[in-house]
């Protein structure tokens, strides 16, 4: 179905004066305008298939990683991909995946305070566990071998990125886990490149401490 | 990466260094420092070892084929599980509305059934998607039949099978081949039928064939010159049922 000619072409003079009002009320947004007010179209699920499906791998894999467990990630990822249905015509250029994170990102949140209100780390708490860290740098403190770290195994592995506070984590994910470069993690994560590097860094360098620790 | 970073901590540029986020020159720079500085080649090895480990030894999370399925189904890429509704109908009928407006009716030209089936039940999909509330709603033939007056040149065959319990809903305009083609919609218990009406040779004249698309029933049949499509999730012989009573009725008009 094709959209063109939508907003020039006139309904043809015919009988009626003005078409009823429940056809008035019709308005195909071009692209970028408020897209919550739009039809579904054809378009939309092409462009839906195009800009979000390719990525859905990586949405399931950062919601596993923030919501911790499967089923909650796939409804966090089925609810993610609607949202981006509804605002597929508000993509307008940029990195697809990006984009699709971010509402993946934002959607996880949203899911974790409505449903585990007591779990979660704020955000807003955030400031103080960097403040914290960035002054007494104790997780950083130890500094095994790089050959200790090679020896860890994936459970231990999982266990330990699973145990990081959600920044240090979600931007380590995205990161490691995922490939994004520094500029895409400042999208989706809404912070600037200066704290994605040192949330990286920290996530890192916790994440190096406990898998390094031999007794653990 | 160009910009100048705070260096207040020159570990950031060795994680920067890493991820290949430096350009040539602070790269280079680093590097340099890398080599000057213990503790920093350290940390190079360290983060260099994680990085090994995580993209070797960390398992893989990918989604399971059922919530790509879902997903798609959520969108009306697949058969929806959600129930047929009026909203869903009347966005329908806006959208094509719009598209079909001020376009000119022309003959379709001839093309694959399998492209056709497509289309249609594309369209019944589209039609059970419910994205806005709005209040058009039309059982009687008296007033589906002339909506499509100044729409479409052709003038669609309505009839009513309420008493068969397949009453009429409404009709919309869906767009098969890039060409607007009337639909009319029935109720069968809570399943839509999507009905378009396609024009074909002259005499064309053809029985009922049935298939399915995505999970749906398509029943195509001709007469009159005029190619019917029945979409529905209701089962075959509902569907034969309802074709079988369309294609006898007589037009009491």
Request: aromatic share 4%.
């Amino acid at each position: 179905m094709t959209v063109a000619g939508a907003d020039t072409d006139r309904p043809p003079s015919g009988r009626r004066e003005r078409p009823p009002d429940h056809l008035r009320i019709v308005s195909l947004p071009a692209q970028g305008q408020d897209a919550k007010t739009a039809m579904v179209t054809g378009d939309d699920r092409t462009r839906f298939a195009q800009v979000v499906l390719p990525h859905l791998g990586d949405a399931y894999a950062l919601a596993r990683w923030i919501t911790g467990n499967r089923a909650d990630a796939e409804d966090v990822v089925q609810d993610a991909c609607l949202r981006a249905f509804r605002a597929i015509r508000g993509y307008a250029d940029g990195s697809a995946r990006a984009w699709v994170l971010t509402i993946v990102r934002n959607t996880a949140y949203t899911w974790l305070a409505k449903n585990r209100p007591a779990a979660e780390v704020a955000m807003d708490d955030l400031e103080a566990v960097e403040t914290a860290q960035a002054v007494s740098g104790d997780a950083e403190a130890m500094t095994p071998e790089a050959t200790l770290i090679a020896e860890a195994d994936a459970a231990r592995l999982t266990a330990a990125i699973a145990a990081l506070p959600t920044p240090f984590r979600e931007a380590l994910v995205l990161r490691d886990v995922q490939g994004l470069g520094y500029r895409e993690i400042a999208e989706v994560t809404g912070v600037p490149i200066g704290t994605v590097m040192s949330r990286l860094a920290r996530g890192r360098g916790r994440l190096i401490a406990t898998i390094g620790r031999k007794d653990a | 990466m160009t910009r100048s970073m705070s260096p207040e901590d020159p570990k950031l540029l060795v994680h920067a260094y890493l991820d290949g986020e430096l350009d040539p020159a602070n790269a280079l720079a680093v590097e340099q420092r890398i080599a000057a500085d213990p503790a920093l080649a350290a940390e190079c090895r360290r983060v260099e070892a994680l990085q090994q480990l995580l993209r070797e030894r960390l398992p893989r999370e990918t989604p399971s084929p059922a919530l790509r399925a879902r997903i798609e189904a959520a969108v009306g890429m697949r058969r929806p599980r959600a129930q047929p509704s009026w909203r869903a109908l009347a966005a329908s009928i806006a959208v094509t509305a719009v598209l079909a407006s001020g376009t000119t009716f022309l003959a379709l030209a001839p093309q694959p059934t399998d492209e056709v089936r497509e289309a249609v039940v594309a369209a019944h999909i589209r039609a059970l998607m419910a994205p806005q509330p709005i209040d058009v709603a039309s059982s009687d033939r008296h007033t589906v039949k002339p909506w499509f007056n100044g729409r479409i040149p052709q003038a669609p065959r309505v009839i009513d099978l309420a008493k068969a319990d397949f009453p009429l809903v409404g009709g919309r305009l869906d767009v098969v081949g890039r060409k607007a083609v009337p639909t009319l919609v029935y109720r069968h218990r809570q399943h839509l039928i999507s009905l378009v009406e396609l024009p074909a040779a002259e005499g064309t004249s053809s029985g009922p064939s049935l298939r399915t698309a995505g999970g749906y029933n398509v029943l195509r049949w001709s007469a009159d010159g005029v190619a019917y499509w029945a979409v529905s999730d209701v089962g075959a012989a509902d569907l034969r049922q309802f074709a079988d009573l369309f294609r006898t009725a007589q037009p009491d008009q």
